[in-house]
């Protein structure tokens, strides 16, 4: 006697096809576009999708295009300022630590209404916004990097912030370039003072020695080629001093990509 089988009366469930799986993402948008009406991310005026910028702020934003110095990525107003070897001055006297910098935007007013909103009002849905443009101007630097690397901030401001905005663009680009996120490779050691006033080399004595790679972490950098990410960029004092702490731990290069740069008024 067969032994009795359950038996499923209808018919079987199958997945949705491809089609209908995407029709019903884009019924879903629509539902939530009614609810919250899509705004620009910069001046809230309407657009037609979520997490665009208007027109207006479009043309607003100043994108880093050539030329720029081929080491850290700062904008020339001419590219004779390079010179042969395409090096702004600060990069001919005291070459960075990393390999390359580039950057997605001028760190001007513009580029400030989409990064300091990120930065200090809990506004990472910027993120999202903001990465495709960084992706966009580094995608030489992702196709070679094996890992991305956020700076960190200190224990204390991360308390206070509730979440580091360099790891938050470190995630969003890293999703779009399918390229794995190390969000604690790096710790800041202590805490700094802000830089804002502070000369180019007033910056450097701050930062040094300010980060540690996290022992933990070592084996997933040694002999890969990391790409830091952070918001902004003004010296490269900072990324200098992260690319020193990578490379200490046995990453073979380091490169950097930022949100925005702040450009340098000796090119100006």
Do not use: W
Not at 11 to 17: R, S, V
């Amino acid at each position: 006697m067969e032994p009795s089988r359950s038996v499923c009366r209808g018919k079987p469930t199958l997945p949705l096809e491809p089609e209908v799986a995407v029709r019903l993402r884009h019924v879903g948008r629509l539902a939530l576009d009614l609810l919250l009406p899509p705004r620009c991310a910069a001046c809230d005026v309407p657009v037609l999708v979520q997490g665009q910028l208007c027109a207006g702020c479009f043309a607003r934003t100043n994108f880093i295009s050539p030329p720029f110095c081929v080491r850290c990525g700062v904008p020339f107003a001419a590219a004779e300022q390079g010179g042969a070897e395409g090096l702004c001055p600060g990069c001919r006297v005291h070459p960075p630590v990393f390999q390359e910098a580039r950057a997605a935007l001028r760190y001007d007013e513009q580029g400030r209404r989409l990064i300091l909103p990120l930065k200090h009002a809990d506004r990472i849905e910027l993120a999202p916004v903001l990465a495709p443009m960084m992706t966009r101007a580094g995608a030489a630097m992702l196709a070679r990097a094996d890992v991305l690397v956020p700076v960190p901030l200190h224990r204390r401001r991360l308390f206070q912030r509730k979440y580091n905005q360099a790891a938050v663009l470190a995630y969003a680009v890293g999703r779009l370039a399918d390229r794995p996120v190390l969000a604690d490779a790096l710790m800041r050691t202590r805490r700094t003072v802000p830089l804002d006033d502070k000369s180019p080399e007033e910056r450097a004595r701050e930062v040094t020695g300010a980060f540690q790679m996290r022992s933990l972490r070592v084996r997933q950098i040694t002999n890969r080629t990391v790409l830091l990410v952070d918001d902004v960029m003004t010296s490269g004092a900072t990324a200098n001093a992260c690319s020193a702490a990578l490379l200490a731990a046995g990453a073979v290069a380091v490169n950097v990509l930022v949100a925005a740069r702040v450009p340098d008024p000796r090119l100006r």
